[in-house]
């Protein structure tokens, strides 16, 4: 599920990849090229689902998750809240968006050539990706790992961030919003 929230807001990257690829002297090697960039990229993501399970499993043997798979305690899921609201305006979540923001930059500054230097920029791309999301991945646990408007709500932020002009103002918005909700919840469990 985690690669597949992601890919939306890595289309960008992945289509100009396979544009530059097909245009360079790589042309005929366009899609072998491609498809191990898309793979190393999914391998991040895939490694960070299996991560997340752990803790999902932890969470259940714990009994603080819901039979809807959502954070039954509201300190917890305040706590993650806040988390990801601070997480938005930290240097290092600056830098992994400004990587994902700006697809030609990156391959520009990143290129490597044939089917492992594109595998390895796949496997780098994929890790600033997971740089910029991750914490609001963690999120997941908090509306219910398996509710679909939470995690449309969650892609849709993503998106909004990574691929549209608005991504800045987003970004600062998103990070208020989530810190305050992050307050609150805290404070309505603990009264």
């Given at each position: 599920m985690m690669p597949a929230m992601m890919l939306p807001s890595a289309a960008p990257m992945f289509l100009l990849f396979a544009a530059?690829?097909?245009?360079?002297?790589?042309?005929?090697?366009?899609?072998?090229?491609?498809?191990?960039?898309?793979?190393?990229?999914?391998?991040?993501?895939?490694?960070?689902?299996?991560?997340?399970?752990?803790?999902?499993?932890?969470?259940?043997?714990?009994?603080?998750l819901s039979p809807g798979m959502a954070l039954g305690s509201g300190t917890i899921a305040g706590l993650l809240f806040a988390a990801a609201g601070i997480y938005q305006v930290l240097p290092l979540k600056r830098a992994c968006l400004r990587h994902c923001r700006s697809p030609m930059?990156?391959?520009?500054?990143?290129?490597?050539?044939?089917?492992?230097?594109?595998?390895?920029?796949?496997?780098?791309?994929?890790?600033?990706?997971?740089?910029?999301?991750?914490?609001?991945?963690?999120?997941?646990f908090v509306g219910g790992l398996m509710n679909l408007l939470w995690i449309?709500?969650?892609a849709l932020m993503v998106f909004?961030?990574?691929?549209?002009?608005?991504?800045?103002?987003?970004?600062?918005?998103?990070?208020?919003?989530?810190?305050?909700?992050?307050v609150a919840q805290i404070v309505a469990a603990w009264t």
């Open positions: 530059v690829c097909r245009k360079g002297r790589a042309g005929s090697d366009a899609l072998r090229r491609t498809g191990a960039f898309g793979v190393a990229y999914v391998c991040i993501w895939a490694a960070f689902a299996v991560v997340a399970t752990g803790v999902q499993w932890g969470l259940e043997r714990l009994m603080l930059e990156s391959l520009a500054s990143h290129w490597r050539p044939g089917t492992a230097g594109a595998f390895r920029m796949g496997f780098q791309h994929g890790a600033f990706c997971l740089g910029c999301c991750w914490v609001l991945m963690g999120l997941l449309a709500g969650l909004v961030e990574k691929a549209t002009p608005a991504g800045p103002l987003a970004g600062r918005v998103i990070a208020v919003g989530l810190t305050v909700w992050g």
